[in-house]
């Protein structure tokens, strides 16, 4: 038998000790496919006298990252320490003093992977991230590895577990958002602070790495264009509803002829179709390529053992040298790779907008003359009485025919800059197709 591979698990959070636990509990299968007893040799954590429950001696936890990234013994260190620092200067430690990486930090490699992946080939070792975008669906290792043969042509997905699980069971309960959100964070869907995760930022940071596995080029995920759901109300639900949509956080890339078309916003997804009908705290992917056609991923997105799965599926790949062949050959992350060209690429779709106008003569008129004015088609209109219509005024719901994204965003703020609405008025996309204007 071959000596057993040493590992350095830095953070026992959720995810840490979920791996601790699975590497222990799973040891006799997970031999089988490493070809080698994988140890888990030292922890570090901040609080080392919390009892965590776990099959970890105490003399084997600790507060200092030296105690790993200074272990000869150690070959594989994983990283689930969050945020940028000290995760940042944990991460060149380890890679510094020669250990390969595998690490869940999405903001992470989103805010700083050139400089560490160059770091890493410079020093021998690899990283290994699979369980930093969508905990336990295997999408890195679809785009990097399975689908190389392919030129990716689009990306659409639902990256944050918990945006989906909030607008799932407002639906689902006609529960508003604030209600929904406190249930979340009860029920350990979402953190005592959410804003990463309600704001867009979460899916922002997924999709731009896997943007970069796609097609190849940098993508700063502060230049991707992101709405969060913190404004989706019941009413507008309910009308997505009436015209057989829901409304799910949607994070999307295109190729656009020589630019990313790229976004993460609330939108409309049919009722049936794949998207719509991921609910609670799942993630789902749709990929295209341009030999494999559409293929579509499920599974869930976050959770202590979805994602030590992908965890411990890394440190596997690792111990066996998968990662590092991969890592040598498919120049993820390079310091090299060209910038993206990141929009303002137009989209051809229908839009869904909502408008809470006075109730009198002449409104709907003033309002699609607007629409007409910047070549806007219209679809369909749903205005309902409101009881509250007095103060807020009463909902006026449009779906457009396919048309120019920009050209409906111009024409909204016109209709708005008009005063015939009362406050700010919603624009959501409908993904039937998301095409590129021709």
């Not at 080698?36 to 001696?57: M, N, Q, T, Y």
Request: hydrophobic share 45%; net charge negative; with cysteine.
């Amino acid at each position: 038998m071959n000596e057993p591979v040493r590992v350095g698990v830095v953070g026992l959070g959720t995810v840490g000790s979920g791996v601790v636990r699975l590497l222990v509990d799973s040891a006799d299968h997970i031999t089988r496919h490493a070809g080698r007893k994988i140890v888990v040799e030292r922890a570090v954590c901040r609080d080392v006298e919390k009892d965590r429950g776990l099959p970890l001696a105490a003399d084997r936890i600790s507060s200092d990252i030296h105690d790993i990234s200074r272990d000869p013994s150690i070959s594989v260190a994983v990283l689930l320490v969050g945020g940028l620092e000290p995760a940042r200067s944990m991460m060149i430690d380890l890679l510094e003093h020669g250990k390969d990486v595998v690490t869940a930090n999405k903001a992470l490699l989103a805010e700083h992977g050139p400089e560490l992946f160059e770091l890493a080939r410079r020093k021998g070792r690899s990283i290994a991230f699979e369980p930093a975008v969508a905990g336990g669906i295997p999408i890195v290792a679809a785009i990097s590895e399975c689908l190389a043969a392919n030129r990716i042509e689009s990306i659409r997905g639902i990256l944050n577990g918990t945006s989906n699980f909030i607008l799932s069971t407002m639906e689902e309960d006609a529960a508003d958002y604030a209600e929904t959100l406190a249930r979340a964070q009860a029920e350990g869907y979402a953190e005592a602070d959410p804003a990463m995760d309600v704001d867009g930022t979460d899916a922002t940071q997924k999709l731009a790495i896997l943007a970069h596995l796609a097609f190849g080029v940098w993508v700063p995920w502060g230049d991707i264009p992101r709405t969060g759901i913190e404004e989706i109300d019941l009413d507008l639900i309910r009308f997505a509803g009436e015209l057989g949509y829901r409304i799910r956080l949607i994070a999307v890339a295109r190729r656009a002829d020589d630019r990313l078309a790229m976004r993460v916003a609330p939108a409309l997804v049919k009722i049936g179709t794949p998207l719509a009908e991921t609910h609670g705290a799942y993630n789902a992917v749709s990929i295209i390529g341009d030999a494999v056609g559409r293929m579509f991923f499920h599974g869930l997105g976050a959770g202590q053992m979805p994602t030590a799965s992908a965890v411990v599926a890394d440190i596997i790949d690792t111990v066996v040298g998968r990662t590092a062949i991969t890592f040598r050959t498919t120049g993820v992350l390079d310091a090299d790779s060209p910038a993206a060209r990141i929009g303002p690429a137009d989209i051809e779709e229908r839009s869904f907008l909502r408008f809470r106008v006075a109730d009198k003569p002449g409104v709907l008129a003033q309002i699609t003359g607007i629409l007409g004015e910047h070549g806007i088609s219209i679809a369909s209109v749903i205005q309902h009485d409101a009881a509250d219509a007095a103060e807020s005024g009463v909902p006026l719901v449009i779906m457009t025919h396919a048309c120019q994204s920009q050209a409906v965003q111009r024409a909204v703020a016109a209709i708005d800059a008009a005063g015939v609405t009362r406050g700010k008025s919603t624009c959501l996309s409908v993904l039937d197709d998301w095409t590129p204007a021709k």
